[in-house]
């Protein structure tokens, strides 16, 4: 398969992201693969609990996290070796196949936990794949001032997919049971697969130097006058670290000269030229992304500040609002209209992203919106009642759908374009492996001493993201591009 490659634009000649035809081809792929994921977990779901007992459709439902999480790092590095576009076109051929042939199987006979289990397990590995290569597809389809207005469009096809993609499941189910809802998800995700082919890919933009930053995105500028001795030693390092980035130029550009060699014979993605040109081991390549993350003064503390806030964000927003929502009265639609103001929040920031394209001191108001939504978090336990609980839901959903899309935002834009499927996949596992972690313990927690102070608790885990955002002064000072 030809990737179709297109130089990339100047800033100011760019296109918004919203207007760009094809980031909107991109953007409807991705829309239609994600309203199939939900409509294929509703029909696992319904097919696993005809099939056995809650016990066994809860483990059917939960058996594709162990491989997604055990292989997302090795996801990250196929990302970046072979090219994002290929790796999402290949993935959704193979999570297709897989529910059209369960779909297939089931109009044929009745479903079985270990079909069940098995097409859970596919699905688990593909998506250890597609996560990460989800996740570096944005800079190869538009410009790197318009990535945070991606991120926004992002954040409101995933709402949508959420709203959409449960009723449609449950159609699906009433008119024909599990078999004519894992057919529907089948078409769903097919119909991102001639969009994604359309999509045309930029060229990876080169590495910027400037007396600012080296290329591990090091900031070499001082704070203030520390004195002549320290001036004479950042001078120093400043021009040690400048000659090192004029000699990685000259490297780059002999990989770029080989890149387009490999363009013109369908080769996708300058990462993946770069490690077979070598022939580097995948071992090595993921290593390298990991000392490049650690090395980074933006990355690393950006994604530790995302785990952090994960960690005290998924246990009370998921297990967490249920018990409460119990204990309080509230009833199963009173939680519904919860998480509706939660996703209306979200949604808004989403939206607000979208449109503005670009906010200000990005790291300063990621971290404020974090410490933010993690005291609304706290407070969210102590309301007198449903109509509170939805306000400070609302707001909870506003602060955390903006310091989600900010922090995605800053990764897209931070991260070197060659190693974001590394990165994605580092991110990936903070939110997809380590937060989840927190929703038994959060449960087993309130149990013992009760919503408040768990709430309370978690809320404080998720302020430390905020406060090490604030503390980091790279992180604290990071932009977004104009």
Same mark, same amino acid.
């Given at each position: 398969?030809?990737?179709? #490659?297109?130089?990339?634009?100047?800033?100011? /000649?760019?296109?918004?992201?919203?207007?760009?035809?094809?980031?909107?081809?991109?953007?409807?792929?991705?829309?239609?693969?994600?309203?199939?994921?939900? &409509?294929?977990?509703?029909?696992?779901?319904?097919?696993?609990?005809?099939?056995?007992?809650?016990?066994?459709?809860?483990?059917?439902?939960?058996?594709?996290? #162990?491989?997604?999480?055990?292989?997302?790092?090795?996801?990250?590095?196929?990302?970046?070796?072979?090219?994002?576009?290929?790796?999402?076109?290949?993935?959704?051929?193979?999570?297709?196949?897989?529910?059209?042939?369960?779909?297939?199987?089931?109009?044929?006979?009745?479903?079985?936990?270990?079909?069940?289990?098995?097409?859970?397990?596919?699905?688990?590995?593909?998506?250890?794949?597609?996560?990460?290569?989800?996740?570096?597809?944005?800079?190869?389809?538009?410009?790197?001032?318009?990535?945070?207005?991606?991120?926004?469009?992002?954040?409101?096809?995933?709402?949508?997919?959420? &709203?959409?993609?449960?009723?449609?499941?449950?159609?699906?189910?009433?008119?024909? =049971? /599990?078999?004519?809802?894992? @057919?529907?998800?089948?078409?769903?995700? /097919?119909?991102?697969?001639?969009?994604?082919?359309?999509?045309?890919?930029?060229?990876?933009?080169?590495?910027?130097?400037?007396?600012? +930053?080296?290329?591990?995105?090091?900031?070499?500028?001082?704070?203030?006058?520390?004195?002549?001795?320290?001036? *004479?030693?950042?001078?120093?390092?400043?021009?040690?670290?400048?000659?090192?980035?004029?000699?990685? #130029?000259?490297?780059?550009?002999?990989? *770029?000269? *080989?890149? +387009?060699?490999?363009?013109?014979?369908? *080769?996708? @993605?300058?990462?993946?030229?770069?490690?077979?040109?070598?022939?580097?081991?995948?071992?090595?390549?993921?290593?390298?992304?990991?000392?490049?993350?650690?090395? +980074?003064?933006?990355?690393?503390?950006?994604?530790?500040?995302?785990?952090? =806030?994960?960690?005290?964000?998924?246990?009370?927003?998921?297990?967490?609002?249920?018990?409460?929502?119990?204990?309080?009265?509230?009833?199963?639609?009173?939680?519904?209209?919860?998480?509706?103001?939660?996703?209306?929040?979200?949604?808004?920031?989403?939206?607000?992203?979208?449109?503005?394209?670009?906010?200000? +001191?990005?790291?300063?108001?990621?971290?404020?919106?974090?410490?933010?939504?993690?005291?609304?978090?706290?407070?969210?336990?102590?309301?007198?009642?449903?109509?509170?609980?939805?306000? #400070?839901?609302?707001?909870?959903?506003?602060?955390?759908?903006?310091?989600?899309?900010?922090?995605?935002?800053?990764?897209?834009?931070?991260?070197?374009?060659?190693?974001?499927?590394?990165?994605?996949?580092?991110?990936?596992?903070?939110?997809?492996?380590?937060?989840?972690?927190?929703?038994?313990?959060?449960?087993?927690?309130?149990?013992?001493?009760?919503?408040?102070?768990?709430?309370?608790?978690?809320?404080?885990?998720?302020?430390?993201?905020?406060?090490?955002?604030?503390?980091?002064?790279?992180?604290?000072?990071?932009?977004?591009?104009?």
């Amino acid at each position: 398969m030809t990737a179709t #490659v297109i130089p990339s634009a100047p800033a100011s /000649a760019a296109r918004p992201a919203h207007r760009d035809g094809n980031v909107l081809r991109w953007l409807g792929a991705y829309t239609s693969s994600m309203i199939g994921d939900n &409509v294929y977990y509703i029909a696992l779901s319904w097919a696993a609990v005809q099939s056995g007992t809650p016990t066994q459709a809860g483990l059917v439902m939960t058996v594709s996290a #162990v491989p997604r999480a055990l292989l997302m790092l090795g996801g990250g590095v196929v990302a970046d070796r072979f090219g994002p576009r290929r790796v999402v076109i290949g993935s959704d051929v193979v999570r297709c196949a897989a529910v059209l042939a369960v779909a297939a199987v089931l109009f044929a006979a009745g479903p079985g936990l270990w079909l069940l289990t098995l097409v859970s397990i596919v699905f688990g590995t593909v998506d250890a794949v597609f996560m990460p290569a989800v996740g570096a597809l944005p800079a190869r389809v538009t410009s790197r001032d318009q990535l945070a207005r991606v991120q926004g469009m992002r954040g409101l096809a995933i709402r949508f997919a959420n &709203v959409v993609g449960a009723p449609l499941g449950g159609l699906g189910v009433a008119l024909g =049971g /599990a078999a004519a809802a894992f @057919g529907l998800a089948g078409m769903l995700i /097919a119909i991102s697969v001639p969009l994604l082919i359309s999509v045309r890919m930029r060229e990876l933009p080169a590495h910027d130097v400037d007396d600012a +930053h080296d290329v591990d995105g090091v900031d070499v500028a001082d704070d203030g006058v520390g004195g002549a001795g320290a001036a *004479e030693g950042h001078a120093r390092v400043a021009a040690d670290r400048v000659a090192g980035a004029h000699a990685r #130029v000259a490297a780059d550009r002999a990989v *770029e000269d *080989e890149r +387009h060699v490999r363009v013109a014979v369908g *080769e996708d @993605g300058a990462g993946a030229v770069a490690g077979k040109a070598a022939g580097a081991p995948a071992w090595r390549d993921l290593r390298d992304g990991l000392r490049y993350i650690r090395r +980074h003064r933006v990355l690393a503390p950006l994604i530790a500040a995302i785990a952090l =806030g994960d960690l005290g964000f998924v246990g009370p927003l998921n297990v967490g609002l249920t018990l409460l929502a119990d204990r309080r009265g509230w009833g199963a639609s009173g939680m519904g209209w919860v998480l509706a103001g939660f996703g209306t929040g979200a949604g808004v920031a989403a939206l607000l992203l979208t449109m503005r394209g670009r906010l200000p +001191h990005a790291g300063r108001l990621a971290a404020v919106t974090i410490l933010g939504g993690s005291v609304a978090i706290g407070a969210l336990a102590f309301v007198p009642n449903v109509a509170a609980a939805i306000g #400070v839901a609302l707001l909870v959903g506003l602060l955390a759908g903006l310091s989600g899309a900010l922090c995605g935002a800053l990764l897209q834009t931070q991260a070197d374009p060659a190693y974001l499927g590394r990165v994605s996949a580092v991110a990936g596992i903070v939110s997809l492996g380590l937060a989840p972690l927190s929703m038994p313990l959060t449960a087993a927690a309130i149990g013992w001493w009760g919503t408040g102070p768990v709430f309370v608790t978690s809320a404080a885990v998720c302020g430390l993201g905020g406060v090490l955002a604030l503390c980091v002064r790279d992180l604290r000072r990071a932009e977004l591009p104009r």
